[in-house]
């Protein structure tokens, strides 16, 4: 799990919805888990 930290210091709503999608998405992948 390795996270820019600049990434927690973003307010909510700085990162454009498909950006947000896409890490959400992509998260599992990054955490060991299911690779879609």
């Known amino acids: ?3 820019p ?3 927690w ?3 909510y709503g700085f990162v ?3 950006i947000r999608y ?3 998405e ?3 992948c990054w955490l ?3 690779c879609p």
């Open 1 to 3: 799990m390795d996270f």
């Open 5 to 7: 930290p600049i990434w």
């Open 9 to 11: 210091l973003m307010p």
């Open 16 to 18: 454009p919805d498909p």
């Open 22 to 24: 896409w890490v959400l």
């Open 26 to 28: 992509n998260a599992p």
């Open 32 to 34: 060991g888990g299911y």
